[in-house]
């Protein structure tokens, strides 16, 4: 318990440490770099028609931009939900220390536009919510579950999370070695989306997985070509 607590600390210190900026670099400005970091990062959800007000205009982020700082150090935004360093996703849209640097000093230098206008990038398109974003099978896990058969794991859905439930998956495999899967922080439900592995991930049967609470569910979502063999 006592180690599991400590290295949830220094998971959450390391998220919050920022660089300073190379005071030999040109100060970050929005035309320049942190226009490339909200269209990227924040435009999907803050954008007209999005589901939040919109970040992408100058005019849009310049009074907005203590607040974006702090959601930004806290890692309140991007919203991603879980620890990061446990688990790798491809799909994970939180920060880079880099980026949360740059941010930090744009905002700490009264959060300049920049003159060159045609530094700006052009504003992203936005399509129909991809399929992958709610997916469909999978098996589901409440509390803890010992697999009956082989398959690879792609990634995990939080199908049914209570509002600020935290919680550590782990994959036990059958020699005893242990398999970090997903590391849910304060997680907020509303905001649930899957956690597709950067690197597929290949499950023995006998693997148990802990950590899923009995007021909770998580689907382990297998790889394309296994979900019709899974019945």
Known sequence: MLKSISVALLLLVAAARVAGHDPGAPPPTWNREISRIV?????ACHRPGGTSFSLLTYSDAQPRA???????????????GAVKGFGDFRNDQGL?????SLIADWVGGNAPKGNNPNALPPVPSFGVRGQDEMPAGGIMVTGEQTLDHSFTLDGLFPDRVPRGTTMQIVAVRPGGAIEPLLWLYAYRD???HPFLFRHAIRLEAGTIVRGVPRDASVRLLLKTEEKKADR
């Open 66 to 80: 203590a607040a974006i700082k702090a959601a930004v150090l806290s890692r309140q935004m991007p919203p991603w």
């Open 96 to 100: 880079t220390q880099e980026q949360m």
């Open 39 to 43: 269209f990227a990062r924040c435009a």
């Open 190 to 192: 509303s905001d649930r």
